[in-house]
């Protein structure tokens, strides 16, 4: 059996120019890019385009990447996803035939879960539902802390490398985004696990 | 009373995240230990945050892998290779406009600067024999002289050496119009700024045209 090359090294043969190596690595992360990017966007198709312009972006710019002392390539990769999907929404903000609102239907973001009844599937998707939209009214700056933070699970010390800030930034926007996110959640307090719904 | 109640119920995220330090969580601890408000509080925001953990990252719909013709350099007015050639030439030039501007410059500073300021038409091998040709007219008049006036030799020379405030040139009053020399190192000056700023230009188009290696099919 074949041992996985690591990123490192990937990295270095895509620094030469080698698109094999590069798309090693697309193939490793591009469920991370992408799902950043539709938490981010919440629209399937905008945050499609998105991850292709963020890894195209990152194949430009992987000289510019020097690894980091506690964050890795995950971390830069999506923080050029974030930039990309930062770029989409202004782009759609511009030309409002664009819009992400009502443009694309509100489905599921979510894979059925093995072994799931069909009455706890449809209530994961309502809680899902409820939270992509508690997401979308997030500022832009908390709900990428909050998205790389509970979503993704990076340590705090990768999202500064992954969103430019201080350590303390990122705490205090984490705070404040699931400090909204619990208001918006406790009025739909039935679509919270079980132990949680007793919370009075 | 109550601002110390807000200070713990802002820390109670990073608290979640075990990112307080020892001394912080403590007193945390014992806060929450008496305050109802913050115990809801913080069970609420776990609740936020084990709901947010139970979203699946999602699959990509596709294969993002890239091929070789959406990562060609993108397409310029100036064709890559043109501006490569043109790169040396022009750091050549801008490195002779330097050298240029540099010599004016000291030349000007040699000029205009302390004690010594002439007249703006003299030349300047003129100038830095003029105090040598005071010294050896003043020497001369302490030699055997035909005329009893060689003594006030120096004292004729002095205009030369010290003009009039009329004559003395500062900033701003040089009679009406741009010293040639200063019109020399401001346009020297443009030129150079613009040659830099066109080889920056060039210097980044260059990195961008990245060199791709295709792997071979079937690896």
């Given at each position: 059996?074949?041992?996985?090359?690591d990123?490192?090294?990937?990295?270095?043969?895509?620094?030469?120019?080698?698109?094999?190596?590069?798309?090693?690595?697309?193939?490793?992360?591009?469920n991370?890019?992408?799902?950043?990017?539709?938490?981010?966007l919440?629209?399937?198709?905008?945050?499609?385009?998105?991850?292709?312009d963020?890894?195209?972006?990152?194949?430009?710019?992987?000289?510019?990447y020097?690894?980091?002392?506690?964050?890795?390539?995950?971390?830069?990769?999506?923080?050029?996803?974030?930039?990309?999907c930062?770029?989409?929404?202004?782009r759609?903000?511009?030309?409002?035939?664009?819009?992400?609102?009502?443009?694309?239907?509100?489905q599921?973001l979510?894979?059925p879960?093995?072994?799931?009844a069909?009455d706890?599937?449809?209530?994961?998707?309502e809680?899902?539902?409820?939270?992509q939209r508690?997401?979308?009214?997030?500022?832009?700056?908390?709900?990428?802390?909050?998205?790389?933070?509970?979503?993704?699970?990076?340590?705090?010390?990768?999202?500064?490398?992954?969103?430019?800030?201080?350590?303390?930034?990122?705490?205090?926007?984490?705070?404040?985004?699931?400090?909204?996110?619990?208001?918006?959640?406790?009025?739909?307090?039935?679509?919270?696990p079980?132990?949680?719904?007793?919370?009075? | 009373?109550?601002?110390?109640?807000?200070?713990?119920?802002?820390?109670l995220?990073?608290?979640?995240?075990?990112?307080?330090?020892?001394?912080?969580?403590?007193?945390?601890?014992?806060?929450?230990?008496?305050?109802?408000?913050?115990?809801?509080?913080?069970?609420?925001?776990?609740?936020?945050?084990?709901?947010?953990?139970?979203?699946?990252?999602a699959?990509?719909?596709?294969?993002f892998?890239?091929?070789?013709?959406?990562?060609?350099?993108?397409?310029?007015?100036?064709?890559?290779?043109?501006?490569?050639?043109?790169?040396?030439?022009?750091?050549l030039?801008a490195?002779s406009l330097?050298?240029?501007?540099a010599?004016?410059?000291?030349?000007?500073?040699?000029?205009w600067?302390?004690?010594?300021?002439?007249?703006?038409?003299?030349?300047?091998?003129?100038?830095?024999?003029a105090?040598?040709?005071?010294?050896?007219?003043?020497?001369?008049?302490?030699a055997?002289?035909?005329?009893?006036?060689?003594?006030?030799?120096?004292?004729?020379?002095?205009?030369?050496?010290?003009p009039?405030?009329?004559?003395?040139?500062?900033?701003?009053?040089?009679?009406?119009?741009?010293?040639?020399?200063?019109?020399?190192?401001?346009?020297?000056?443009?030129?150079?700024?613009?040659?830099i700023?066109?080889?920056?230009?060039?210097?980044?188009?260059?990195?961008?045209?990245?060199?791709?290696?295709?792997?071979?099919?079937?690896?």
């Open positions: 059996m074949q041992t996985p090359v990123d490192d090294e990937l990295v270095r043969r895509s620094q030469n120019g080698e698109l094999g190596a590069f798309n090693q690595l697309v193939l490793r992360y591009q991370h890019v992408y799902s950043l990017c539709l938490r981010l919440s629209a399937p198709k905008a945050a499609e385009d998105a991850a292709q963020a890894f195209i972006a990152a194949f430009r710019g992987i000289r510019s020097r690894g980091g002392r506690q964050a890795g390539f995950r971390a830069w990769l999506l923080r050029i996803a974030a930039n990309a930062y770029d989409e929404l202004r759609r903000r511009a030309r409002p035939t664009l819009s992400l609102a009502g443009t694309e239907p509100d599921p979510d894979l879960a093995r072994g799931e069909p706890e599937r449809v209530q994961r998707l809680l899902a539902a409820h939270l508690s997401l979308a009214s997030l500022p832009f700056d908390q709900r990428l802390a909050v998205v790389l933070r509970d979503v993704q699970g990076l340590s705090y010390e990768e999202i500064a490398q992954a969103t430019n800030a201080s350590l303390g930034t990122v705490k205090s926007r984490i705070a404040r985004g699931r400090s909204h996110l619990r208001r918006l959640l406790l009025q739909k307090r039935e679509l919270l079980d132990p949680f719904r007793r919370i009075k | 009373m109550f601002g110390r109640h807000r200070g713990f119920s802002h820390q995220s990073a608290y979640i995240d075990g990112r307080l330090s020892d001394r912080e969580g403590r007193a945390l601890e014992e806060h929450l230990a008496t305050c109802l408000s913050c115990q809801r509080e913080l069970q609420e925001l776990r609740a936020t945050v084990e709901a947010l953990r139970s979203l699946p990252l699959e990509a719909p596709r294969s892998a890239l091929r070789p013709e959406q990562i060609a350099p993108r397409p310029s007015r100036w064709p890559a290779p043109s501006l490569g050639a043109l790169a040396i030439p022009m750091r030039a490195a330097a050298v240029a501007l010599v004016l410059v000291l030349v000007d500073v040699g000029d600067g302390g004690d010594g300021a002439l007249t703006p038409g003299t030349p300047a091998a003129e100038r830095a024999t105090p040598s040709q005071a010294q050896d007219q003043g020497q001369a008049a302490q055997p002289s035909p005329s009893a006036e060689g003594a006030d030799m120096p004292q004729e020379t002095q205009p030369k050496m010290a009039t405030p009329e004559a003395r040139l500062a900033p701003g009053q040089e009679g009406g119009g741009l010293h040639p020399l200063r019109a020399a190192e401001i346009g020297l000056a443009v030129v150079l700024g613009t040659l700023l066109v080889s920056g230009a060039v210097v980044v188009h260059n990195r961008r045209a990245i060199r791709v290696v295709i792997p071979p099919k079937g690896r």
